[in-house]
């Protein structure tokens, strides 16, 4: 079965930039979404097909996607940008949908 | 305004029997597919299963291929998973997800049932 791969955490400092990646076998062919988990609550969608956004999802979150890794790029960081991000893809070959392991991200 | 509305959680024995359901409103059911995704406590996001815009396309996850069936009704605008010979590992939140009209992102969810299955 697929699998997608995410660093357990990562931070960043008020200001500065947040990047988590989401590795999968050539997964660069597929179109990658994004979402973003606080706690206590549903997920949200922040991106997807690899680097657009949703309405109401601010410019600082971007999205890219080549060869075996995706990137979700978190601009500017803000406190309220604290939570688990989640990537997912769906995977023909098995019809399944897949999500990522998670990522915490952590505002210092 | 888009919103899934789920119910149907509780506590069940092992080998037990739930049904959950969603109801949707705020945008045109018919035309959107729809999945369940669970989140066991502490745990990450799995996806569970997916029905396509008139039931003509279904599948399940392998953790519940055998067991769980999804369904819906588009004159309640509901989506429904019966769960069955539940285990443990199944507790979990279970969440309704709207999957977007021309993609695999689920852009609308709701807040979640959950299913506790314990002796």
């Known amino acids: 079965s697929y699998v997608l791969t995410q660093p357990p955490s990562v931070s960043a400092a008020p200001g500065q930039t947040a990047r988590t990646t989401c590795g999968g076998d050539?997964?660069?062919?597929?179109?990658v979404h994004w979402y973003q988990q606080k706690p206590g609550q549903a997920p949200v969608l922040v991106i997807y097909?690899?680097?657009d956004r949703p309405s109401g999802i601010p410019e600082r979150f971007s999205g890219s996607n080549s060869g075996n890794t995706a990137t979700l790029t978190i601009s500017r960081v803000e406190a309220g940008d604290e939570a688990d991000y989640y990537c997912?893809?769906?995977?023909?070959?098995?019809?399944?949908?897949?999500f990522g392991t998670g990522t915490k991200v952590t505002v210092l | 305004e888009v919103q899934l509305v789920e119910s149907g959680g509780g506590l069940v024995q092992p080998g037990g029997s739930l049904r959950l359901s969603c109801a949707a409103s705020?945008?045109?059911?018919?035309?959107?597919?729809m999945n369940w995704v669970r989140q066991a406590p502490g745990r990450g996001l799995e996806w569970v299963s997916y029905?396509?815009?008139?039931?003509?396309?279904?599948y399940y996850a392998d953790s519940v291929k055998g067991r769980f069936t999804i369904s819906r009704d588009s004159a309640k605008n509901s989506v429904s998973l019966q769960l069955n010979s539940l285990r443990a590992e199944d507790t979990a939140l279970y969440y309704c997800?709207?999957?977007?009209?021309?993609?695999?992102?689920?852009?609308?969810w709701g807040q979640g049932t959950l299913v506790t299955v314990s002796s």
């Open positions: 050539n997964i660069g062919g597929k179109a």
């Open positions: 997912q893809v769906w995977d023909s070959f098995s019809a399944h949908y897949v």
């Open positions: 705020g945008f045109m059911f018919s035309s959107f597919s």
């Open positions: 029905i396509s815009i008139g039931s003509s396309t279904i």
């Open positions: 097909d690899d680097s």
């Open positions: 997800a709207r999957e977007g009209y021309s993609g695999t992102q689920q852009d609308y």
